[in-house]
């Protein structure tokens, strides 16, 4: 079975603070990918990586960066954690060749007071 | 760019009733297409996809959906839903040069009742 790990389900964060949100799949996927989920605005990409250290900006990329270090990890950095990045993080996989489905994992619900 | 639209937020439905949850997609050219299923709690699961061949697609829990180029759309039915298939549910269309980014509508809360 594919297995996308989140290292958290559930954080709390203060204003200004930096955050890590780290992704781990365990099928040696090219591709990884990290969304964020809003009620009513559906998954919006925020990054996505197709090779390790190569990493390319999706539709939001604002306030966050990227790290891929090694082929299955895949890191979200929040360098200065705002209110408005308070939402569902959705990291996912999916091999390089042909249209092939994303596998997610469970998702880390982020509250940042 | 491409665009995917779910016009419905909610769909309310009784149990054992059939049910379709609409999906529309922006562009003509070929295209992938794919339904996922987010039960609460939990990550995005996926239900099943359309690559080419047979317009009308099987997926797993009973569900199907038919591809239409023309209206490019893509909808999901079920004939007969259970109170566990109360969940939302997500159409995705493929983006991009390799076809490896996807493209996500807002979703359709499903919600059966007894």
């Known amino acids: 079975d594919v297995k996308v790990t989140q290292s958290s389900r559930y954080l709390v964060k203060r204003t200004g603070e930096k955050v890590f949100l780290e992704c781990v799949q365990d099928m040696d996927h090219e591709n990884m990918f990290w969304y964020r989920q809003d009620p009513g605005l559906g998954l919006r990409l925020i990054y996505f990586?197709?090779?390790?250290?190569?990493?390319e900006k999706g539709d939001i990329p604002e306030g966050y960066s990227v790290s891929r270090e090694k082929k299955e990890r895949f890191s979200l950095i929040l360098e200065s954690a705002s209110t408005n990045q308070t939402s569902m993080y959705l990291c996912?996989?999916?091999?390089?060749?042909?249209?092939?489905?994303?596998?997610f994992g469970p998702g880390t619900r982020l509250t940042v007071l | 760019a491409q665009s995917v639209t779910q016009l419905d937020s909610q769909v309310p439905v009784f149990e054992e009733a059939p049910v379709e949850l609409r999906c529309n997609y922006s562009s003509s050219v070929s295209v992938y297409l794919f339904w996922y299923v987010q039960y609460p709690n939990q990550g995005l699961q996926l239900l099943l996809k359309?690559?080419?061949?047979?317009?009308l697609v099987k997926g797993i829990n009973g569900f199907e959906a038919e591809f239409n180029k023309s209206q490019t759309s893509f909808h999901l039915r079920k004939p007969s839903v259970h109170i566990s298939d109360t969940a939302e549910y997500f159409c995705a269309v493929t983006q991009g040069l390799g076809f490896q980014k996807l493209v996500f509508g807002t979703g359709t809360r499903l919600l059966v009742s007894p």
């Open positions: 990586s197709y090779d390790v250290k190569m990493k």
């Open positions: 359309y690559l080419s061949g047979s317009t």
């Open positions: 996912a996989s999916s091999p390089s060749t042909g249209a092939n489905e994303q596998f």
